[in-house]
């Protein structure tokens, strides 16, 4: 291996001598875009099912593939890079909610093999998923105000729809089954409004859709020098 030419130090420093640094840019385009979409298509097409819209008690053995895939591993991998642009919110959010889709796949494949016998009242296991769900998703709706009021909707309804699912899993209530299926759905059109505000912003450069920004809100600065990382923006 033929080895790395010394270079003199003089060639790092500036004209006055004093030391010059390297910025790489690493430009990301906003991980929410995604993880919203993701989170919208499976949510709704489950909760539409929860609220008696179609369907029978196999449709979630139907629906399973695709929201592990795009619900769950896609919107797993959205918190992941969001993790990446200094956005925490969106990292817990999706990565939360993301890991649930994919759980979600794994249970519904131990009933279709035999493996896991489905409960035909109340589930309480399955409750206490919602439980955490929801306690997470009503802290991150409260964090949510430092962004905007689009995600403010998602997040209630969502935390909204977890806590009813809860109960209604936990006390074998189908009624508060279906209305924590419609919470749900409304939960899903709102974050497809959401993410079709944030890819067309991206697009166009400019707001298309409006979301309802916080005055607070925190800006997005072209370099975050102080982040560690220059280059790098911090946002969605």
């Given at each position: 291996m033929a080895s790395r030419p010394i270079v003199p130090i003089d060639q790092y420093r500036g004209p006055e001598g004093e030391p010059r640094a390297e910025?790489?840019?690493?430009?990301?385009?906003?991980?929410?875009?995604?993880?919203?979409?993701?989170?919208?298509?499976?949510?709704?097409?489950?909760?539409?099912?929860?609220?008696?819209?179609?369907?029978?008690?196999?449709?979630?053995?139907?629906?399973?593939?695709?929201?592990?895939?795009?619900?769950?591993?896609?919107?797993?991998?959205?918190?992941?890079?969001?993790?990446?642009?200094?956005?925490?919110?969106?990292?817990?959010?999706?990565?939360?909610?993301?890991?649930?889709?994919?759980?979600?796949?794994?249970?519904?494949?131990?009933?279709?093999?035999?493996?896991?016998?489905?409960?035909?009242?109340?589930?309480?296991?399955f409750g206490f998923w919602f439980i955490g769900l929801a306690a997470i998703t009503w802290v991150g709706t409260i964090a949510a105000f430092a962004a905007n009021g689009a995600l403010v909707l998602v997040l209630g309804f969502l935390g909204a729809g977890s806590t009813v699912a809860a109960i209604g899993e936990l006390e074998g209530a189908a009624g508060l089954t279906v209305v924590a299926g419609w919470l749900f759905i409304i939960s899903a059109v709102l974050a497809f409004y959401t993410a079709s505000a944030l890819m067309l912003e991206g697009s166009f450069g400019r707001s298309i859709l409006p979301v309802g920004k916080m005055p607070h809100a925190k800006s997005a600065q072209p370099f975050n020098a102080g982040f560690g990382e220059p280059g790098v923006m911090h946002g969605q």
């Amino acid at each position: 291996m033929a080895s790395r030419p010394i270079v003199p130090i003089d060639q790092y420093r500036g004209p006055e001598g004093e030391p010059r640094a390297e910025v790489l840019l690493q430009p990301f385009a906003a991980p929410s875009i995604l993880g919203l979409y993701g989170f919208a298509a499976s949510t709704f097409m489950v909760a539409a099912h929860m609220a008696h819209w179609y369907g029978s008690s196999q449709s979630d053995l139907y629906l399973a593939p695709f929201c592990v895939m795009f619900g769950g591993v896609a919107q797993f991998l959205a918190g992941m890079w969001a993790y990446r642009v200094r956005d925490g919110l969106a990292t817990a959010m999706h990565g939360m909610w993301g890991a649930f889709w994919i759980a979600f796949g794994i249970l519904n494949l131990g009933f279709a093999t035999g493996t896991l016998h489905q409960p035909a009242g109340a589930f309480p296991e399955f409750g206490f998923w919602f439980i955490g769900l929801a306690a997470i998703t009503w802290v991150g709706t409260i964090a949510a105000f430092a962004a905007n009021g689009a995600l403010v909707l998602v997040l209630g309804f969502l935390g909204a729809g977890s806590t009813v699912a809860a109960i209604g899993e936990l006390e074998g209530a189908a009624g508060l089954t279906v209305v924590a299926g419609w919470l749900f759905i409304i939960s899903a059109v709102l974050a497809f409004y959401t993410a079709s505000a944030l890819m067309l912003e991206g697009s166009f450069g400019r707001s298309i859709l409006p979301v309802g920004k916080m005055p607070h809100a925190k800006s997005a600065q072209p370099f975050n020098a102080g982040f560690g990382e220059p280059g790098v923006m911090h946002g969605q």
